[in-house]
């Protein structure tokens, strides 16, 4: 057997190789769509959808000439930023942005591909990473932690070092394990404070401008009481988080705080506020009777009505809480009792616009999470395109010489823009039919949530129906978050300061910098603190570039794109 050794392996390998290859070309992936239905389909959607003109090549010659002189023309500001407005859209991942810009355009009766979000069209943008210090994929607790104080911790801490495992409350109330927030940087530069969002104000992301805890939640003494895993002796030895907002220095010093949550505030005796503290306490009576500063102004209101009719001259310090628990969604509210985040966050700038050293607004927009943790994509969607709306409306508040404004998301989500749907198509919809069981498939779609199933023909699903959840693939209670990267984009003094791909920590490092508060404001200033005259126009390099007029550069990209 010996001499027929080499010849039996080399017999061997070939047989391997050429079962590999069968095997390849086998399973070849191709694109090419030989469905006679689907390429007319396609054809007749590009003639009833697309502007003609995007048929010539020189239209988008132009779009992209257009931009490169837009970008190269950008201003990067300098100076000092007076003011920060901090926006973040829970889960909003880029699948999210995408098809919320779909979604917004649709309305209006356009394709939507190439419409933009307001936050869209600032000048810089980055990429944050999300993970904790203990978890690949981010919750809302530790990401808060990240981007409002600068520190990972653990998943579902707040406030707090990676040194504080869940629960363990004794290690919480170490100093040496706590994180600063960067509100209560801005309070100690003398700049006035806020927090804005459409959830619980003590829920995990606002309770990140304020708290220290060990678990998120407790958001009041009775859900640390019910914790069965929490040790006894943490509701006496461990303040709750709604505690905490009006006793500690950086909660009770807040300027705005609005949002859901009264349950959390109210004792468990006041059944028609469905009040769920065991202490007896009242604390939005406490926070009335908090003394600040001489003469301060404080104001507690808890529907639209109040906060429209509020004199924001004569209000120093604004308590609103509009819910007993987390707001509703846009598209289902009681516009007459609650509020829009547009509408909150107008009337926080007016509140914070009174301090001389400027201020720092915290918006959170947290029912794109909530919806998408249901697998209802349209509310998603939906609350993602009223955040557009809210920054829209505070970019024309304010001006990009003095103030910086940051959005972001503090995590992505599992829902996915999937298949090959023709321009135009329904965002909502499922337009594409499967060719292995000729059933169609939705565009949205989610890895996981309460909405899976069996493979079923949907065509008869109303998916406009808001509640609408649409198909996942693995049967969770809840669908999770997801671990990629989110988008930054910001506009304003110190922007650029958000270009590039970074840990999520950096965020609050750069608005500190760009605010000469906290950490930044002991650095040393590498421009001139005048925002109106030290903006300079970005250098392209010390290249051909820098001796070519743009209007002979610009001639040459054309040819080259000819």
Not at 130 to 140: E, F, I, R
Not at 405 to 433: A, E, K
Request: glycine share 8%; charged share 20%; net charge negative.
């Amino acid at each position: 057997m010996q001499p027929y050794g080499v010849p039996c392996a080399f017999a061997l390998l070939i047989a391997i190789a050429l079962l590999l290859g069968a095997t390849t070309n086998g399973i070849e992936i191709r694109h090419t769509d030989n469905n006679v239905e689907n390429i007319a389909a396609r054809k007749q959607a590009s003639k009833n959808n697309i502007n003609p003109v995007e048929n010539d090549r020189q239209f988008w010659n132009n779009v992209g000439n257009d931009l490169l002189q837009k970008k190269l023309n950008v201003e990067r500001k300098y100076g000092v930023a007076k003011n920060v407005i901090f926006f973040i859209g829970d889960g909003m991942s880029i699948a999210t942005l995408t098809s919320a810009r779909i979604y917004m355009g649709q309305l209006q009766n356009k394709t939507g591909e190439n419409e933009m979000l307001s936050f869209e069209k600032f000048p810089y943008t980055g990429l944050s990473k999300t993970y904790c210090v203990d978890s690949q994929v981010a919750d809302s607790a530790c990401s808060a932690t990240a981007y409002l104080m600068g520190v990972k911790g653990n998943i579902e801490t707040i406030g707090v070092s990676g040194a504080v495992s869940n629960r363990d409350c004794l290690a919480s109330n170490d100093p040496a394990n706590q994180a600063v927030s960067s509100m209560r940087w801005a309070q100690q530069a003398g700049k006035r404070t806020g927090v804005v969002s459409n959830m619980r104000v003590t829920h995990a992301t606002p309770a990140g401008a304020y708290a220290n805890v060990a678990q998120r939640d407790w958001e009041c003494d009775g859900d640390m009481a019910t914790d069965k895993l929490a040790e006894k002796w943490c509701v006496t030895k461990s303040p709750d988080i709604a505690r905490q907002l009006i006793e500690r220095e950086t909660g009770r010093n807040l300027n705005v705080i609005m949002g859901g949550g009264r349950a959390k505030f109210l004792p468990n005796t006041d059944k028609d506020q469905q009040g769920q503290r065991q202490d007896g306490r009242n604390l939005t009576k406490e926070w009335l009777e908090i003394n600040r500063t001489s003469g301060a102004s404080s104001v507690y209101v808890t529907d639209r009505t109040q906060l429209k009719s509020l004199n924001t001259n004569e209000t120093d310090y604004l308590l609103g809480l509009f819910a007993t628990s987390h707001m509703s969604y846009n598209l289902l509210a009681n516009k007459s009792v609650e509020p829009t985040l547009v509408e909150m966050t107008e009337k926080a700038i007016e509140v914070l616009s009174k301090g001389d050293a400027g201020y720092y607004l915290f918006v959170e927009g947290g029912l794109i999470d909530w919806a998408h943790h249901s697998n209802m994509a349209q509310l998603a969607l939906d609350e993602a395109a009223m955040l557009s709306k809210a920054v829209g409306r505070a970019r024309e508040l304010t001006s990009p010489d003095d103030t910086l404004i940051v959005v972001t998301s503090d995590h992505s989500h599992t829902m996915t823009i999937n298949g090959y749907p023709h321009r135009g198509s329904d965002i909502l919809g499922h337009p594409v039919t499967a060719s292995t069981d000729k059933m169609p498939y939705s565009t949205l779609s989610y890895a996981n949530g309460p909405s899976a199933r069996s493979r079923y023909n949907l065509s008869q699903d109303n998916t406009k129906e808001p509640q609408y959840q649409f198909p996942s693939m693995v049967n969770l209670t809840w669908e999770t978050h997801g671990g990629e990267d989110v988008g930054v984009f910001a506009s304003g003094p110190w922007a650029h300061l958000f270009v590039g791909n970074y840990e999520q920590n950096y965020i609050p490092y750069a608005i500190s910098y760009a605010a000469n508060m906290g950490p930044g404001a002991e650095l040393e200033r590498k421009h001139g603190d005048n925002a109106n005259s030290s903006s300079t126009r970005i250098s392209v390099g010390p290249s051909l570039l820098q001796s070519m007029s743009l209007a002979t550069f610009t001639a040459l990209v054309a040819f080259l794109l000819q």
